[in-house]
Every structure is written in structure tokens, then in C-alpha cells.
């Protein structure tokens, strides 16, 4: 068997190396001869984090060859001093085309992170209400029993439906946002908004469409303005059918007997808020900082996006916007966002209080991805393996 582990050259400022992907359920063995344990706490010099770097590449070559997963982008932060990117793996299978830190990769729900980043520069502006009904932005939405507010909609509160059937698999194209509400828009709600939490990438789609309303250009130009120029998140952008960004990945399924598998064509413009954009793992790497730093938006907006505001405090907001509040066994806060598309993982960890960013992006849908990036993280924080 051929191996796939390549050997990148070393550019300014990055340091290239291999990714291998395991399940969860894999046990993990002892990646180097000098223990986890014995670190404590995040780098804080540079021979610190390289040190940390090649417990890593330790633990990650153990698993090179035995990943079904094709390619596999990798960006680490630390602070603002210390970045690594690794890629390792095919972009494209047939033709062996290499993954590199250039590679785009669809990122599935990630893309609601994105969504509420330009989201909460809305609010800031004073242009968008989140209490506000969505129907004063969007009219054309039939009304409800119940009023759905923006907020329920941000917080998977709205009572708006996920997919049913093969509706992740459609390849049905909207040239416009509103046109996608079509989807769902005449199916009764799952429960009374406000009430009951419900997963919905549906839910995002409205919640976009009330968006370039309020802002009054459309959604993807919104998103342009806001979050991916400000930010100089160039290699970012959503999918449009028949547009092929460069450098983008071929996407795979899992296939029968442990392969990889090409799925279906499927057409992203009914989520492209929710499920629709690409991007690479030092894209996503940047904007994460972006939140750290404080440069992009307000403090008080990002603890609305990651959870930590007042309303969190008083048990009403058990997740953020966009994003997953969870906590570490030391207690330490963790936001995670992640995403799962046809032909694609991705896994964003970002620990506010060190500071550490790790992101994980692959080419495969359903890809047992969860585990590698928690123990980066924790060889990161200077923690026992998992």
C-alpha cells in the first residue's frame, strides 16, 4: 500500500507537515517517550510550542496510514505568536492531487459561525432587531401560530424544521435567498418558537434571508462586507453551483469496506448561511483570532455569539450563535464549532481563556474527526492525554 504522508516544504512564518484522522473510539497509545502530564499549561516561548508541535507530529504519524479519510488541512494557534499549519493526504484521489495549506474544503455548519459573525455586526450597527419578529424583515414568510422572532431563529429556538428525507443531498439551485424559504416555509413549526431547543439549518436560511433585508444588500455581498474582507479571509467564499473555487477539494463519503466514495452533486444555495461556504483551515484559524482579539467585534456582541453573556449566566441560553459553549474537565471554558457537509468535516476548538485555536478541516463527510482535535488541544493546553 502506497503511503499518502507527504513531506511539504517550509515556508515564512508556517511550518507544513502530515495529518492523519481517527475515530473516536481508537484507543490512543503513548505518542512520545517524554508525557503529556509533564507539560504545564500553554507555550509561552517558541521552544515551548515546537516542542509541543512534535509531540503532535508523534501522535498524528502513529496514525498516517490507517485513516480512510483523504486530505486533512491543520491550523494551530497560540496566542498571536505561535501558528502551524499541516496538510497531509489528496485533495483529489484520482488524479493525486496533494492537499495543501491553500486547499478549500467545504465546512459544512461552520459556516453558521461566519453567519453570526456578520449577524452580530448588524446589531451593533443598530440595522437588525433580534427580538424583532422575522416577519417585519421578511413578509413574504407565511405567519404562524406564534410569532418567530430573529433571536429564536439565531438559537435553534424558532420551531423551523432541519431536513427530512434526502433534502441534504438536493441539487435544486435558488438564485436568490428567499427563493430557498420555499423548502419549508409552508410546514407547520416543530413546537412554539422560544420553547424548545431544535437543530435547524433551515432555521439559518430564514434568519439570512431577514439579514439582507435589514441590511439591505444580499447575503452573500453581506457576507463579503462584513466578515470575509474585514477580516482578509480570502480563500473563503460560498459555493455556487458551477463556480469551482481554486484549490478546492474533491469531497468523499465513507464507502464500503473503509474506502472513500464521490457522493452525488449536491447544490448548496437553499443553506448557504447555514452549510454553504468553503474555506481552509488557516482561514478559519483567522477568524477565530478575530473573536479573541477584540478588533472585530464588540466584547459584549461576541459573549452574545459564544454564550457568555448575561443571559447565559441566568440559564436561558444554553449554546451561542453559530457556536457550541462546552467546558473542559479543568472547568475552562471551550466554544466549538463544527460542521458536517456532504464531502466534508470540519471541527473549529477555541479556548478564550489561553487563547489556543485549534482547527481540523477534511475532505470526507462523517469523518471520526472529534477525537484528534481534543488531544491536540490538550497537548496544547499542557494536559494529560485523553
Wanted: hydrophobic share 40%; charged share 20%.
Amino acid at each position: 500500500m502506497r503511503s499518502r504522508r507527504r513531506s511539504l516544504p517550509m515556508g515564512s512564518g508556517l511550518v507544513l507537515g502530515s495529518l492523519c484522522l481517527v475515530g473516536t473510539a481508537v484507543l490512543v497509545s503513548e505518542a512520545s517517550s517524554q508525557p503529556v502530564d509533564t507539560l504545564s499549561g500553554p507555550p509561552t516561548t517558541a521552544t515551548e510550542f515546537f516542542r509541543r508541535v512534535d509531540l503532535i507530529r508523534e501522535y498524528l504519524d502513529a496514525f498516517v496510514d490507517t485513516s480512510a479519510v483523504p486530505g486533512v488541512s491543520l491550523a494551530l494557534g497560540v496566542g498571536d505568536s505561535f501558528t502551524r499549519f499541516d496538510a497531509f493526504g489528496y485533495a483529489d484521489l484520482e488524479a493525486e492531487d496533494p492537499v495543501t495549506p491553500h486547499t478549500r474544503f467545504r465546512i459544512g455548519s461552520v459556516s453558521k459561525a461566519l453567519t453570526a459573525a456578520a449577524l452580530g455586526g448588524l446589531v451593533e450597527a443598530g440595522s437588525l432587531d433580534l427580538d424583532a419578529p422575522v416577519r417585519r424583515y421578511v413578509s413574504e414568510f407565511p405567519e404562524k401560530e406564534q410569532p418567530i422572532t430573529l433571536r429564536h431563529l439565531a438559537l435553534h429556538r424558532g420551531g423551523i424544521r432541519h431536513y427530512r428525507g434526502d433534502e441534504a443531498l438536493s441539487n435544486r439551485h435558488y438564485a436568490e435567498v428567499i427563493d430557498a424559504l420555499s423548502v419549508f416555509a409552508d410546514d407547520p413549526l416543530l413546537a412554539e418558537p422560544g420553547t424548545t431547543f431544535s437543530y435547524s439549518t433551515y432555521g439559518f436560511t430564514l434568519l439570512s434571508a431577514a439579514m439582507e433585508r435589514a441590511a439591505g444588500i444580499p447575503f452573500l455581498a453581506l457576507m463579503e462586507e462584513r466578515v470575509l474582507e474585514p477580516l482578509g479571509m480570502t480563500r473563503t467564499g460560498p459555493e455556487v453551483k458551477g463556480q469551482l473555487h481554486p484549490h478546492q477539494a474533491i469531497g468523499y463519503e465513507p464507502g464500503p469496506g473503509g474506502g472513500a466514495t464521490v457522493p452525488p452533486e449536491t447544490d448548496l444555495s437553499n443553506k448557504w448561511a447555514g452549510g454553504g461556504y468553503v474555506s481552509t483551515a488557516g482561514d478559519l484559524l483567522r477568524f477565530a483570532r478575530a473573536h479573541l482579539n477584540g478588533e472585530f467585534l464588540e466584547p459584549g456582541t461576541r459573549d452574545l455569539l459564544w454564550g457568555s453573556g448575561p443571559e447565559a449566566e441566568a440559564g436561558n441560553q444554553p449554546r451561542g450563535i453559530g457556536w457550541q459553549v462546552a467546558r473542559l474537565p479543568n472547568g475552562t471554558s471551550l466554544l466549538v464549532a463544527g460542521g458536517n457537509a456532504i464531502g466534508g468535516t470540519t471541527v473549529v476548538f477555541v479556548v478564550p481563556e489561553t487563547r489556543v485555536v485549534v482547527v481540523v478541516v477534511t475532505n470526507m463527510g462523517n469523518a471520526p474527526i472529534r477525537g484528534v482535535p481534543m488531544h491536540i488541544l490538550r497537548i496544547l493546553l499542557g494536559e494529560s492525554s485523553p
